[in-house]
């Protein structure tokens, strides 16, 4: 049977300015960044107010080697709010890259990830973490699908046309992928594997451990200013090798032992935790 995994206790009703940063917030969210100075004060307060029913919570923000003034504006946007923290990568790795990084620091045991473009409304986080928690242990993703797309006509087509291969060939049984908007478990996301572009294949990488993904439509939005620094994955002929790579661990992936330790006269057999749970579990698609 699946484990289920511990969550952070919650602590403090209420997170305002006044309080120092939980040492374990029932929730974390991360948003990666490149060069997106014009959008930082609006999101941030966004966030703020969109999470205030979570407390205790943190915003991780990665600085993916911005060269604009995206530093200044999230060092003005931490007065104020212990609960925001920034990382800064040295040089540009990408969205996936930062992503990774602010999971990897993140306190919570609860995830969410928005882009930091302004077109993810953070007012859907709440909905999205309680789909999450209504469905139990045995989800490890509640994946946003946005509805009311506000990109070109062109990007549009492209995206429909890989999302159409991407579900015919992985059978993730999600609509849109490319969704920034995503709550997850942070234990079941640092067993994925790490590659570039590993947040546009989540649904199949985490049915690929035995957890259920539950989906939620978010509304798109136009961007709030500037111009795209990600997302260009969505245009087909750049993701086949990715896509042919997610099949490849899809179909090489074998149960995960049950693991006893051999006890002695003195102590009894001790079982070993699964790394990686297969029990059936409702909604999760059989890999």
């Given at each position: ?6 969550e ?14 939980a ?29 205030a029913?979570?407390a ?40 996936s ?14 995830v ?41 006509p062109f ?10 291969v ?14 920034g ?15 570039d ?23 798109d939005?136009p ?9 260009l ?22 149960a ?32």
């Open positions: 049977m699946t484990q289920p995994m511990p952070h206790p919650v602590r403090n009703p209420v997170m305002s300015a006044d309080t120092h940063p040492a374990d917030p029932r929730l974390t969210v991360v948003v990666p960044v490149r060069n997106e100075a014009g959008n930082i004060a609006a999101l941030i307060a966004e966030i703020e107010a969109a999470c029913g979570l205790p919570f943190e915003v991780v923000y990665v600085d993916d080697g911005s060269t604009d003034a995206t530093p200044e504006r999230l060092a003005e946007a931490r007065a104020g709010r212990p609960w925001l923290r920034v990382l800064r990568h040295a040089a540009s790795a990408g969205q890259a930062a992503v990774r990084s602010g999971v990897a620091a993140a306190r919570g045991g609860l969410a990830t928005l882009d930091g473009d302004g077109q993810n409304d953070p007012a859907f986080i709440p909905a999205l973490v309680a789909a999450l928690e209504q469905a139990g242990p045995g989800a490890g993703l509640a994946q946003g699908q946005r509805t009311g797309r506000k990109d070109g990007k549009m087509l492209q995206s429909r046309i890989a999302n159409g991407r579900g015919r060939i992985l059978r993730d049984a999600t609509r849109d992928t490319g969704c908007l995503k709550v997850f478990r942070r234990a079941v996301y640092l067993r994925l594997p790490y590659f572009a590993l947040h546009r294949f989540m649904p199949a990488l985490v049915a690929r451990e035995g957890y259920a993904v539950v989906h939620r439509d978010v509304v939005r961007r709030l200013t500037g111009t795209s620094n990600y997302g994955f969505d245009r087909l002929w750049v993701g086949l090798l990715d896509l042919a790579g997610v099949w490849w661990l899809i179909r090489r992936k074998r995960t032992p049950a693991v006893a330790e051999v006890g002695t006269p003195e102590i009894g057999p001790e079982i070993i935790p699964p790394i990686a749970p297969e029990a059936a579990i409702p909604g999760a698609r059989p890999c």
